[in-house]
């Protein structure tokens, strides 16, 4: 097995080599690294298994190194110190991780896990995008999302959603400025992910941000008219959650 090394800590991956040599002589360290930059154009000319990657590094960390690559084509043992918020995001995503310093028992398990389950990676964009929302929830950009667009991934202020319409398997989101994100996710999906900051289902097609509702309109059915102006109807079946809300702005 080839393996690489990625960490802007040179005592670390010093180190680390150390002990797989020890532990697993079978594997062959093709490329050791503290340079994210550079690495980002040596990892894809290099053939390789396993990358055992470091989150936090200057000038690009490791979620944006694999965000800038055209192709992931090996799998990735995550390093970080951060343990408070990679173990909630590295367990939801079911990804192998190491905690800093790294212990020899916990690295020959990391390895024995990744050989029996090769099938659990993160080399779909799919993947790659729910591990960056699980861990960027509980970190610095826990008010953002992160939506896929055409060149890479865009982080999204929460705050900055006016609403979020259905088109089958997608969703638009749209944002206080004008602009229009298409999301590869339904509208039940992106309900999951937002509920969280209080948005409002009011119909099957729509999902919306009360903070910035501007008006509640009561003749034909009910409707709502959001910020930018877009009138957004209210289904019966979807009622009260917008009525329970402005009941609540009276309480």
């Known amino acids: 097995m080839k393996v690489a090394i990625l960490d802007d800590e040179l005592h670390c991956v010093e180190s680390l080599v150390l002990?797989?040599?020890?532990?697993?002589?079978?594997?062959?360290?093709?490329?050791?690294?503290?340079?994210?930059?550079?690495?980002?154009?040596?990892l894809q000319e290099i053939d390789f298994d396993l990358l055992f990657l470091d989150i936090e590094m200057p000038v690009m960390n490791g979620f944006e190194l694999l965000n800038n690559m055209e192709e992931i084509s090996f799998d990735v043992i995550f390093t970080t110190a951060y343990s408070?918020?990679?173990?909630?995001?590295?367990?939801?995503?079911?990804?192998?991780?190491?905690?800093?310093?790294?212990?020899?028992?916990?690295?020959?398990?990391?390895i024995l896990t990744y050989k029996a389950n090769k099938e659990i990676s993160i080399r779909t964009p799919e993947n790659l995008e729910?591990?960056?929302?699980?861990?960027?929830?509980?970190?610095?950009?826990?008010?953002?999302?992160?939506?896929?667009?055409?060149?890479g991934i865009e982080f999204i202020d929460v705050a900055d959603i006016v609403y979020c319409q259905s088109h089958s398997n997608y969703t638009s989101i749209h944002l206080g400025n004008n602009k229009t994100l298409m999301f590869s996710r339904t509208l039940k999906d992106t309900e999951v992910i937002l509920s969280k900051y209080?948005?409002?289902?009011?119909?099957?097609?729509?999902?919306?941000?009360?903070?910035?509702?501007k008006k509640y309109?009561?003749?034909?059915?009910?409707?709502?008219?959001?910020?930018?102006?877009t009138q957004i109807p209210i289904s019966a079946s979807k009622r009260n959650n917008i009525m329970s809300y402005l009941d609540s702005l009276n309480t």
């Open 19 to 42: 002990h797989l040599q020890s532990l697993f002589p079978e594997i062959t360290v093709v490329y050791k690294s503290t340079n994210s930059v550079e690495a980002l154009s040596k």
């Open 84 to 110: 408070q918020y990679a173990v909630k995001a590295f367990k939801a995503q079911a990804i192998n991780y190491l905690l800093k310093p790294i212990d020899e028992e916990e690295l020959k398990s990391a």
């Open 130 to 151: 729910k591990l960056l929302n699980n861990f960027i929830i509980g970190k610095s950009l826990k008010d953002k999302i992160a939506i896929p667009v055409s060149d």
């Open 198 to 213: 209080g948005y409002l289902r009011i119909h099957q097609s729509y999902l919306i941000n009360p903070s910035h509702l």
């Open 217 to 229: 309109v009561r003749h034909d059915g009910g409707s709502v008219i959001m910020s930018d102006d």
